[in-house]
């Protein structure tokens, strides 16, 4: 398990499939895939603004989960904190029409909506693995410069 806490933040789309699959796939990440390595906020109290949420994107990493092409998780995220590292775009993965489609109630939702989560949450996986690697080669780099030792071999780097 990489040490490297990532923020998911979902939008909260209450009324659309889309809306409802982001919400359920961050949950399954957030509590199963990668337990003890995601974290998440609440997206409207991030939007009424407490000074803790608004720093979240200035303290993790962040992956924006959106049901449809509104993107509202990630433009909230970024008007209010920092720029994300992701964008999982759930229409994307299911399909633009099936995103939209209303939802009313959990109990309405397709035979086969599982399946559909889990795919997210792949994907939302899949960037947060993206990003771990990123921040861990960017770390040793910066170690390897620091300690001024090179590699040695043929070494172009200009440290001889
Ligand atoms: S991104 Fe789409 S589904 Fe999600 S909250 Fe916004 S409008 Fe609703």
Not at 12 to 29: D, H, P, Q, W, Y
Not at 70 to 76: D, E, F, G, Q, T
Not at 133 to 159: F, P, R, T, V
Request: glycine letters at 8%; one cysteine or more.
């Amino acid at each position: 398990m990489s040490d490297i806490k990532i923020g998911v933040v979902s939008c909260s789309g209450e009324e659309c499939f889309g809306g409802t699959i982001s919400r359920l796939a961050t949950r399954k990440v957030l509590e199963d895939l990668r337990l003890g390595e995601a974290v998440t906020i609440c997206l409207p109290l991030f939007i009424a603004g407490g000074e803790e949420e608004r720093n979240f994107a200035k303290v993790y990493p962040t992956v924006a989960v959106d049901g449809c092409s509104k993107l509202c998780a990630m433009r909230a995220t970024e008007k209010y904190s920092g720029k994300v590292n992701a964008v999982v775009k759930v229409d994307e993965i299911i399909g633009k029409e099936k995103a939209l489609e209303k939802v009313v109630s959990l109990r309405e939702l397709p035979s086969d909506y599982m399946e559909l989560v889990d795919k997210v949450a792949q994907e939302i996986c899949k960037e947060m693995d993206k990003i771990s690697s990123d921040i861990l080669k960017k770390q040793a780099e910066e170690e390897l410069k620091n300690s001024g030792e090179c590699s040695g071999g043929c070494c172009c780097c200009g440290c001889k």
